[in-house]
């Protein structure tokens, strides 16, 4: 079982930038990405990113705004946005699993608490 811890939300402006953490601990996943969900809204999938560095995936709406990285040696995947937009706003939701595939997909997903990040205009 992998325990997964979100932070860095919060309030800023349109335009703005903010960086989220995912500590990771317990038994290491080889699949992380980032979900989110919108108040009214199903979650979606903002990115993934394999633990090897060589699989890297986003979805549309943010290409070019945000990126993914980790750190090894903490444990720790990132999901740096820029640009931010108030249609942004959202519960951001760390996750893990075994396989690419059903990462992106959502299925069996380990889950993080998640994180408010509010975007103001």
């Known amino acids: 079982q992998v325990q997964l811890a979100e932070s860095g939300g919060g309030l800023v402006q349109a335009g703005g930038s903010l960086r989220l953490s995912c500590v990771a601990s317990g038994r290491t996943f080889s699949m992380y990405g980032w979900f989110r969900q919108a108040p009214g809204k199903e979650r979606e999938l903002v990115g993934g990113?394999?633990?090897?560095?060589?699989?890297?995936q986003y979805a549309d709406s943010v290409k070019g705004r945000f990126t993914i990285s980790s750190d090894h040696t903490k444990k720790t995947v990132y999901l740096q946005m820029n640009s931010l937009e108030p249609e942004d706003t959202a519960v951001y939701y760390c996750?893990?699993?075994?396989?690419?595939?059903?990462?992106?997909?959502?299925?069996?997903?380990?889950w993080g608490q998640g994180t408010q990040v509010i975007v103001s205009s």
């Open positions: 990113i394999s633990w090897s560095g060589d699989r890297i």
């Open positions: 996750a893990a699993n075994v396989f690419w595939e059903r990462l992106l997909q959502g299925q069996l997903n380990s």
